[in-house]
């Protein structure tokens, strides 16, 4: 027998502190910087950030909100099965024996549902691929996801057949077709058929498959937004706007709310911020309930299945092992969140095809996640927090503003036709580029300890898309999937294509004195395929200037404290340049001495807040 356990009060000797006493002393630490500035931070959606939540913070709304309860924004079940969440990979391979053999190693590494790219350069629509790809694969126990887009109808058939010739019942069946034509039309800019002609399609599949309540239909896909740079509040906007035209399409086909419900799922990415994706998918079952709950059918919201790949958008191409980093803390987000499947791009996605390695990686990173540290075992567990709780309840604010606009000019599909979605989520984008050139946001790898040289990472290339069949019955502005690191890829290729680039780093004084703006330089030139001869430093302009004529370089580089730099610069720039420096840069921002020091030679200052891809762009063009 045990005695209950005694409450501990640890702080009730202390007397509680307050927010006045608190902020008094950050002022005092921040020495009279704006708090704001310095301390407050925004979403892509605009949404603040505040560096400190309290019990006052606390949403009166969430106090009684309890798991599998409206609006469900704690979880869509009250306790959540087994170990949490549907392992699934993602497969993309035209030969079906390929597809068969990849699928089957990953079954038994641990995987339990498999998504196939379908059409098109990837599997064949046809029974005969199917029945190769999923020769053995246990149907009525593994879901398989389809991801065909308009070669939608005929996967969901072949996919039908099979389980047909292996008399699998209809209640044993389990998978999801993924008829998702207004995410198609978006992403690539055409449909040979009308979008009310898909959407009939995929009412009929609904009826097809009424009988098995484990086989979703449709998908509203917020994935398609997400690659193309939309904030979280735009992709889940985008995802409720193609939700209720499903749900209208459904409805105008006979297949009422409460029945369709269950068979439409939703595509969420899991992104690189852990707390912005737990947040957006604790706002995405509160919407759906809201959208559902308007329809008369807010007991069917909790049917409606959540999948989340990682991003695609945070794949880097080079050192690609940095992915590994950010698919795991983007899995993680996903399974805090709740979702009810996840998918793990393989760490080389970006570069190729994926070999048995890498899928290996992605699974086990699930594998780590929900076995090892057990994040499935406990329903919401981000729920209480007052950070989540308030941004889960803005994103979802936000979002729900952007659909009723969406739904005010006509729908998804006319703001698609008008061009209101690509140029919104475009200025987002841009945005968004403008703070990764300007290293605002750091991408480790590609703006950040960028590692120069051969990272021994290689694929085989993806097979080039299938150009498309026929005329096209509607077409619109596609959005285009993009990664963050592109433009820095962009000027790595162009430095390796070049043979590689030097610059000479005079680094002047002890290295106390310059080594945190050596290493910065030698990182900022290192995005660019730029590689910086460094040194412990130099005590005088003549012995920079010395090693700089050994050196074999063209162009040099300041480099040291502001202090240093207000003492040695001037003298430093007259040495270089008399050693035969062709292009002369400085690190740091040159102040009120920018004219003397361009009179002294230095032709380039180089220092953070500026656009690092133009500014090393235009160096390159200086250095070939």
């Known amino acids: 027998m045990t005695t209950p356990t005694q409450q501990l009060h640890f702080a009730q000797d202390f007397p509680a502190a307050s927010i006045d006493e608190w902020r008094a002393l950050v002022e005092k630490a921040l020495k009279g910087a704006d708090f704001e500035k310095r301390l407050v931070s925004r979403t892509a959606d605009g949404l603040k950030i505040n560096p400190l939540y309290t019990r006052g913070d606390a949403l009166q709304s969430t106090v009684d909100a309890l798991p599998g309860k409206p609006p469900l924004t704690r979880g869509a079940q009250p306790v959540r099965d087994g170990l949490g969440w549907d392992i699934r990979t993602f497969h993309i391979e035209s030969d079906p024996k390929a597809t068969n053999a990849a699928i089957l190693e990953d079954l038994e590494g641990g995987v339990t549902s498999i998504a196939l790219q379908v059409g098109g350069a990837a599997l064949p629509a046809t029974k005969e691929a199917f029945s190769i790809a999923l020769a053995d694969v246990l149907l009525d126990v593994c879901p398989i996801a389809l991801v065909a887009g308009e070669n939608t109808f005929d996967a969901a058939l072949a996919l039908m057949a099979e389980w047909d010739a292996r008399s699998i019942a209809a209640t044993d069946r389990q998978g999801s077709f993924g008829a998702d034509p207004l995410g198609t039309l978006a992403m690539t800019g055409r449909l040979s058929e009308t979008v009310d ?27 398609v937004a997400h690659v193309a740079g939309a904030s979280e509040a735009q992709e889940l906007a985008f995802m409720l706007s193609a939700l209720v035209a499903y749900l209208r399409a459904a409805e105008k086909g006979g297949v009422g709310p409460a029945q369709a419900l269950p068979k439409i799922n939703v595509a969420l990415a899991a992104d690189i911020d852990e707390f912005s994706t737990i947040a957006k998918l604790r706002a995405a079952r509160h919407l759906i ?131 209101f979605i690509q140029e919104t989520i475009a200025k987002t984008a841009d945005a968004r580029a403008k703070s990764v050139a300007t290293i605002r946001q750091e991408l480790t790898g590609v703006n950040a300890f960028p590692l120069l040289g051969d990272d021994g990472v290689h694929a085989d290339p993806w097979p080039e898309p299938a150009a498309p069949n026929g005329e096209a019955a509607i077409a619109v502005t596609p959005m285009k999937p993009h990664r963050l690191g592109e433009a820095f890829e962009a000027l790595r290729d162009a430095a390796d294509a070049h043979g590689g680039f030097n610059v000479f780093v005079a680094s002047m004084g002890e290295i106390a004195d310059h080594n945190i703006r050596t290493t910065w330089t030698k990182n900022y030139l290192a995005a660019g395929g730029i590689t910086a001869l ?91």
């Not at 002609?197 to 509203?220: C, G, H, I």
């Not at 048995?356 to 992605?362: C, L, Q, Y």
Request: glycine content about 8%; charged content about 20%.
């Open 534 to 624: 460094i040194s412990d430093g130099y005590k005088s302009p003549e012995a920079a200037a010395e090693a700089f004529r050994k050196s074999g370089a063209t162009t040099a580089c300041i480099c040291s404290s502001d202090a240093i730099n207000a003492a040695l610069a001037e003298p430093t720039a007259k040495a270089l340049k008399a050693a035969g420096a062709k292009l002369l840069l400085m690190s740091g921002r040159p102040g009120d001495s920018e004219a003397a020091l361009k009179a002294a030679g230095v032709d380039q200052f180089l220092f953070a807040g500026a656009d690092a891809v133009a500014t090393l762009r235009n160096l390159q063009d200086k250095l070939a």
């Open 289 to 419: 309930w809201r959208v559902a709950d308007a329809c008369g059918a807010g007991d069917a919201a909790s049917a409606v299945k959540i999948n989340c790949p990682t991003s695609y958008r945070i794949m880097a191409k080079r050192d690609p092992w940095t992915n590994i980093l950010r698919t795991t803390i983007a899995c993680a987000g996903a399974a805090l969140g709740g979702a009810d499947a996840i998918v793990v791009l393989p760490f080389t996605f970006a570069l190729g095809k994926p070999d048995a390695f890498s899928r290996r990686v992605a699974r086990n990173i699930q594998i780590v996640c929900q076995e090892e540290s057990h994040l499935g075992r406990v329903n919401d567990p981000a729920g209480g927090s007052w950070y989540v709780e308030n941004l889960t309840d803005e994103i979802a604010k936000k979002a729900w503003e952007i659909f009723q606009d969406i739904e005010a000019r006509g729908g998804l599909l006319a703001c698609l036709q008008s061009g």
């Open 197 to 223: 002609t898909a959407l009939a399609r995929a009412v009929a599949l609904m009826k097809a498959t009424e009988a098995s309540a484990r086989v979703q239909v449709m998908t509203a896909d917020g994935v």
